[in-house]
């Protein structure tokens, strides 16, 4: 059992748990995830790390609410234990030194990108950061990502803060100015990395994204997770979740992404159903 040392809500249905995880804690590495099990009969759901502290022996996690699974984990408190907790599994963010990175973090994909930046800004480049969210009440860590940014821009898309809009066009207008940009990490919802990656193609400016498709063992073997990324077959788990945005088939992901819709949205009614009786 996994116990939750701290937990905080950062926006509306966005959490923050820290868990004791001693193990995971001194081999974390940005980019990396955790696969976590509520209890035995629970589902299996991919989180990327958002934080560690090796001499505390802590993993920092960020979800949402969007699903019977999720909305359980909600409703744990700092005390309380989860069932399962591996990792740190999936392959480390490339960590180098390029130039200028512009990191485009999308609602709770502002999580696990800040690791990477922050890794990245040690590492000696100049980080331009365009965080986004539907609305005012969906961000977070506005702060935290100014201090580890050179600059930083903020839109929604209804205006509520910020600049109006979606990240795309701040991206697009930043390649479009002539400004030196050497590479590009966005992490977010899938089609807000679709158009990441088409905004920057023509540029030739290389796109990383951070893909959390359908995951099961977490090792590979269920093939629950596969992706197309340059017409071969990868599979996010072991060979991600980090992708050149370039070549993934987002077409495809998104299919994928879809399988299960009803029976998501079957689970949660069963699920509130059952919360409406205990209430």
Known sequence: MFRITYRETLATKIHLFKIEAAAIARKALAGQFVVIRI??????????????DAKEGSVTVVFMEVGATTFRLALLKAGDCIADFVGPLGVPSHIDKF???????GGVGAAPIAPIAKALKKKG?????????????????????RSISHRLIVTTDDGTYGRKGVVTE?????????????RVIAIGPSIMM?????????????TIVSLNPIMVDGTGMCGCCRVSVGGVTKFSCVD??????HQVDWDLLSARLRIYLDEEKCSLEQWQARMGKHS
């Open 125 to 145: 480049n100049e980080i331009i950061f365009i965080l986004g969210a539907r609305s005012k009440d969906l961000l977070f860590w506005e702060d935290k990502l």
């Open 194 to 206: 679709k158009f990441c990656a088409l905004t920057t193609q023509p540029f030739g400016v290389k």
């Open 39 to 52: 209890d035995e009969k629970g589902e299996r759901i991919p989180l990327t790390l958002a934080d560690w």
């Open 99 to 105: 130039g200028t990175v512009v990191c485009v973090a």
């Open 170 to 182: 701040p991206l697009k207008e930043l390649l479009e100015s002539g400004e030196k940009v050497d």
């Open 240 to 245: 991600g979740p980090e992708f050149d945005g």
